[in-house]
């Protein structure tokens, strides 16, 4: 990690570079690739300000800090920092890939797998639809027109329930479910 500290209108004691440079090491556990990290410390009458830049591949962070005292500007700076970079890593080990999420919805699910989470209910929001009946056509003209990511309906020839949804090629694929 490259720290580099500046001092604005304000003599820059060497225990305040070693603090900062200190507590931003800490950081590392958050942060796999090299950083660049500025620092700009700055008195203004009774205010004490840090400002922190990190930058990585593709990672800008930002952090300002006000206070009467440099100690807590700087600290509260940091563990603004520090929040940042949790936020991001919890961000990251929480994305699904495009197979976890087949596995969810029953797709790629093996016989002998076991899921704790199945166990709890997942079920969030509840809504009662009244089924339209159309046809086909009628329903991919609803998909059209509306931003809807499905329609759900009652065949007008077959009397059955249908399902019409929008796939991620842009063409629409159809469930019919038969009594």
Not at 23 to 32: E, S
Not at 50 to 61: K, P, S, V
Request: net charge negative; glycine share 4%; no cysteine.
């Amino acid at each position: 990690m490259k720290i580099s500290v500046t001092f604005r209108s304000a003599e820059g004691e060497n225990w305040q570079k070693e603090y900062v440079e200190e507590r931003l090491k800490k950081l590392k556990k958050y942060i796999d690739n090299p950083v660049d990290a500025r620092v700009i410390l700055s008195v203004e009458k009774f205010r004490n300000t840090a400002e922190i830049n990190l930058m990585a591949n593709g990672l800008n962070i930002n952090s300002r800090e006000e206070e009467k005292d440099m100690h807590m500007a700087m600290d509260n700076a940091i563990e603004k920092i520090e929040r940042q970079l949790k936020k991001r890593k919890e961000k990251i080990r929480g994305f699904k890939t495009n197979s976890s999420r087949m596995e969810e919805l029953g797709g790629g699910e093996s016989p002998g797998e076991e899921d704790d989470e199945s166990q709890e209910s997942k079920v969030v929001e509840t809504r009662n639809i009244v089924l339209k009946p159309m046809s086909i056509d009628d329903a991919v003209l609803e998909m059209e027109t509306s931003k809807n990511r499905f329609v759900i309906y009652r065949d007008s020839s077959t009397e059955n329930v249908a399902v019409i949804y929008r796939r991620d090629d842009g063409k629409f694929a159809l469930m019919e479910v038969s009594s």
